[in-house]
């Protein structure tokens, strides 16, 4: 049958890239689809400093790493937004935004996610820069421009993780 994987993987970010690689390897006939660019969230940050291995490297680089360690196990990538998926039955079937069709004997579903906006002035054009993502990003961020003398912190309501006290501890 044309077009029959082992393994099709929604989603090329991180998590995808992982599950195609542990497909590769295990010889299984593996697609990831990906509707924007291989690599995911992780290509929107100038600094990636927390990947043990990579002391320092864009996002974009480290990922870059993560798409040829994947072909090297023969997975195969193709940039493609999945719109539907037939579940029932050994043999699954996923049709994309193209109107292409993929039959997979198993899928793994890693399309990740999108953090909520706040539409301010400059949000975009600094997202991964100036205007950081993760606690530890605005650590890193702000340990190394001393000169700066104000921030904000936008923070969901109950994350432990993303506190004003916990930043200033690790500054
Ligand atoms: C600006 C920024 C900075 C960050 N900095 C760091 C950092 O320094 N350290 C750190 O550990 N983490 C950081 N993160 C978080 C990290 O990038 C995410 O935790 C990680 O990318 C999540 O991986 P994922 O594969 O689960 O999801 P994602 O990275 O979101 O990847 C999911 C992929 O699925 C694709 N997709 C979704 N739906 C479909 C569909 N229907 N069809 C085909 N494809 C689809 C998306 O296009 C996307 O590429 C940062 C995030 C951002 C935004």
New binding site residues.
């Given amino acids: 049958m044309e077009n029959l994987y082992d393994l099709v993987i ?7 890239l992982a599950a195609g690689i542990y497909g590769g390897r295990a010889k299984m006939n593996t697609l990831i ?5 291989p690599g ?3 290509l ?2 100038n ?5 043990p291995g990579f002391a320092q490297g864009s ?1 974009a680089q480290i990922m870059e790493e993560w798409v040829n360690h994947a072909k090297g196990f023969g997975v195969r990538i193709k940039r ?3 719109r539907e998926m037939e579940l029932d039955g050994q043999i699954k079937t996923i049709t994309t935004k193209k109107g292409n069709q993929y039959q997979a004997r198993s899928i793994i579903l ?4 999108s ?1 909520r906006h706040l539409g301010i002035k400059g949000e975009q054009e600094f ?2 820069s100036a205007f ?3 606690l ?2 605005m650590q890193q961020l702000f340990a190394t421009r001393k000169c700066w003398s104000s921030a904000a912190v936008i923070r969901p309501s109950k994350s432990p993780f993303f506190s004003p006290a916990l930043l200033t501890k690790l500054l």
């Fill in positions: 929604v989603g090329g970010g991180p998590a995808g689809l990906e509707k924007v660019a995911g969230q992780a929107l940050t600094e990636l400093v927390n990947y996002g493609e937004q999945v890693a399309p990740g996610a953090p997202t991964g950081p993502i993760a530890f990003a």
